[in-house]
């Protein structure tokens, strides 16, 4: 089955301390491997779609790269701004169903 | 201009009740989708529509029926409440079902006494 796993589950950083989200996944075939941000109250925000091993893809401090396992979303120089949760989502061949890690949360002290 | 919308986004209720939870989206995309996202922040789907049919129906209570009248909206009415439907309910759309990005709506918190 198909299973998504994040870490770590709660990320505190000062703001300007880089660092990275992991996000491992089992699946029978990749059709994509997607990153969204979560704000408190708020739906899911699409940031970034990566569909083979070895893309990577940049949006202002955001950079999420994908290996055959895992995918990984690197923070570079965070602002409070940054605070959220960040979701990690896989679409496997075998279905229509795209499935949703829990969640890494993140804390970025000014 | 709201791309998925969702009403209501509070929704206090008793045990017992019939709710519903109405969608619409903008964007014409064809598949819209609903999820649950319970105190642990899973997101989990329910149920899929793609232009009008059902295409994803995951293992959920049959108190849980979607409807949808077009390809713009997808309603989830829900029967005989019970304390573990309290989550949050999302609604999202994406163009191409599913390796498209897809955009979710504000949320839905249901909370049932």
């Known amino acids: 089955e198909d299973q998504v796993t994040q870490s770590p589950e709660a990320l505190r950083l000062q703001e300007g301390e880089s660092s990275s989200l992991n996000c491992s996944y089992t699946?029978?075939?990749?059709?994509?491997l997607f990153w969204y941000r979560q704000d408190p109250g708020k739906g899911p925000e699409f940031l970034f779609t990566l569909y083979s091993a070895g893309e990577e893809k940049e949006k202002e401090r955001l950079k999420a790269t994908l290996t055959k396992k895992e995918s990984f979303l690197h923070i570079t120089a965070p602002k409070p701004e940054d605070s959220a949760t960040y979701l990690c989502?896989?679409?496997?061949?075998?279905?229509?169903?795209?499935?949703f890690g829990a969640g890494t949360r993140l804390f970025v002290k000014a | 201009d709201t791309a998925v919308s969702q009403t209501p986004k509070y929704l206090v209720t008793q045990m017992g009740n019939d709710k519903s939870i109405k969608c619409e989206q903008n964007l014409g995309h064809d598949t819209m989708y609903w999820y649950k996202q319970d105190s642990k922040k899973f997101l989990k789907i329910m149920f899929s529509?793609?232009?009008?049919?059902?295409?994803i129906n995951e293992t959920v209570p049959n108190r849980f029926s979607p409807k949808s009248p077009d390809k713009a909206h997808l309603n989830l009415h829900i029967n005989s409440l019970e304390l573990g439907d309290s989550a949050v309910y999302f609604c999202?759309?994406?163009?191409?079902?599913?390796?498209?990005?897809?955009?979710f709506g504000p949320g839905t918190r249901l909370l049932v006494l």
């Open positions: 999202a759309s994406s163009p191409v079902p599913p390796l498209d990005r897809q955009y």
């Open positions: 989502a896989v679409l496997g061949t075998g279905g229509f169903k795209t499935i």
């Open positions: 529509y793609n232009n009008k049919e059902l295409i």
């Open positions: 699946v029978s075939g990749l059709r994509g």
